[in-house]
């Protein structure tokens, strides 16, 4: 391999594997040579935007600038989108940022790599389903789930003000796919729901905020075990969800949502139900699944010998199984730890280490708002799942969350970080209220 003089690396997407990637190898070799493109100023760790769209987490105070980043781990950060990449001439063309009235504060701009890593996430797949991308908010983006929370805060305020229709006060929520996602987003709604109402919406009592789940498959959590999807079902029934399997969704109207037999009011609709990547990956003219994910090597390497591919927008082989290595921050994060070594390598001129990537399935744990959790953990020793519920599930949960930002802020700055989020809750209600 023939190496520039100083070998570029350039991260394309900051979410739970790219912006890891870019801490790690920006600590090792330093701005000249990392740099870290993502369309948001601000990073927030996806696995929380179910925590956004119920108001539970503040994208404000709580993102982190990807510019201290950037600083404070050696990386070079470029805010912008990326809208397409060269591969001849071996650089991405970064959208012209502008503010809110569309005037232009930075112009378009070319970013040129040796090599490039693809980390851009993946979007919320509608299936072809009518009206569903018209009427239905996927929480694939940190504006997604904001704008979701702002729909639910009006139509909680207008219900609360309401005595003119069939049942005044309600407000219907429908998610679609009872997934993990779909799940913690049901009971984070229960719960922000009970909390907008403690705060003086008159009339808007917790029972009129009424969120329905429905599953395609014959049960909810379809890939975790049966014992676990049954918990999390109790879990939710119990607080009031409607929780419905077995039921196709067929089309998403502005007010309802309608399935084989049964139409289900809606003042809101969250689609859940599926993944593909961003357009940019079908853009590029390399080989692509159903999911138009990006096809890698074992290597995390696609058909382009300057490009590799992480996280959710690619699909890498999962070894010792027919499948691919599912979309979830866990392998994300074990992908980016992988990368690092490798793309020392590729800076250096010297030939990668010849280890393939091994994903390690760790289990999955899943949080019913915030005192319960479910979930199943792979045993280390025994090489059998664990199955653990309540609050230790809960505890583990927000472990897992804490280990993210330990991985990017330091054990030192993920604490304090956790403390003064802690602290700053005995001042401000528990879900934003404007
Ligand atoms: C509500 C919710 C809950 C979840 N819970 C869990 C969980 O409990 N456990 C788990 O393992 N997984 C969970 N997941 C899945 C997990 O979030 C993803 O698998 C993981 O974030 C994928 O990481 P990534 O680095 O591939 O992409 P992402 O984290 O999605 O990051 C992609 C980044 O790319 C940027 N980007 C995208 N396109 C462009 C562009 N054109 N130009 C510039 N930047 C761009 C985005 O701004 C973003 O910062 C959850 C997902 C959701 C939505």
Not at 40 to 48: E, N, R, T, V
Not at 126 to 140: C, V
Not at 175 to 188: C, Q, Y
Not at 285 to 295: A, C, D, I, T, Y
Request: charged fraction near 20%.
């Amino acid at each position: 391999m023939k190496s520039a003089a100083v070998h570029r690396i350039v991260i394309a997407g900051g979410g739970a594997g790219g912006l890891e990637l870019a801490v790690r190898l920006g600590k090792r070799h330093g701005p000249e040579h990392v740099t870290l493109v993502d369309a948001a100023p601000f990073h927030i760790w996806k696995p929380s935007l179910h925590e956004v769209a119920a108001g539970t987490v503040d994208i404000h105070r709580d993102g982190l600038s990807y510019a201290m980043l950037a600083h404070d781990n050696g990386f070079r950060f470029v805010l912008g989108e990326i809208v397409s990449v060269d591969r001849q001439a071996k650089e991405l063309r970064v959208a012209a940022l502008r503010d809110a009235e569309g005037e232009v504060i930075l112009p378009e701009r070319a970013i040129p790599y040796e090599t490039l890593v693809l980390a851009v996430g993946s979007l919320g797949n509608f299936f072809n389903t009518p009206g569903a991308d018209q009427h239905a908010i996927s929480l694939d983006t940190t504006e997604a789930a904001e704008r979701f929370r702002l729909e639910l805060l009006k139509a909680m305020a207008r219900a609360s003000a309401r005595t003119d229709t069939i049942t005044p006060g309600v407000v219907n929520v429908v998610i679609v796919g009872g997934g993990a996602t779909g799940v913690e987003l049901a009971a984070e709604l229960h719960e922000a729901g009970r909390t907008i109402s403690a705060y003086g919406l008159p009339g808007m009592t917790p029972d009129k905020l009424r969120i329905t789940l429905i599953e395609g498959g014959p049960r909810i959590l379809g890939p975790l075990p049966e014992r676990v999807a049954r918990a999390a079902e109790a879990l939710l029934v119990e607080r009031g969800v409607q929780v419905v399997a077995d039921c196709r969704v067929s089309e998403v109207r502005p007010d309802a949502v309608v399935a084989q037999d049964h139409v289900f009011e809606a003042d809101l609709c969250v689609w859940a139900a599926g993944i593909k990547a961003p357009s940019l990956i079908s853009s590029l003219g390399l080989e692509m699944n159903p999911m138009q994910q990006v096809k890698v090597d074992e290597t995390l390497r696609t058909s382009d010998e300057n490009i590799y591919a992480m996280g959710d927008c690619a699909a890498a082989p999962w070894l010792g199984t027919d499948k691919t290595v599912p979309a979830r921050a866990q392998a994300a994060h074990q992908q980016a730890s992988y990368l690092v070594p490798l793309l020392s390598a590729r800076m250096r001129g010297e030939v990668p280490p010849a280890q393939p990537f091994r994903f390690r399935d760790f289990g999955s744990l899943v949080s019913i708002g915030h005192g319960e959790g479910v979930g199943s953990l792979m045993g280390s020793l025994t090489g059998r799942k664990l199955l653990v519920e309540g609050w230790m599930a809960r505890l583990m949960y927000a472990v897992t969350h804490w280990s993210h930002y330990a991985a990017v802020l330091g054990l030192w700055g993920a604490t304090v970080r956790s403390l003064s989020r802690a602290l700053s809750r005995r001042s401000q209600p528990r879900v934003k209220l404007h």
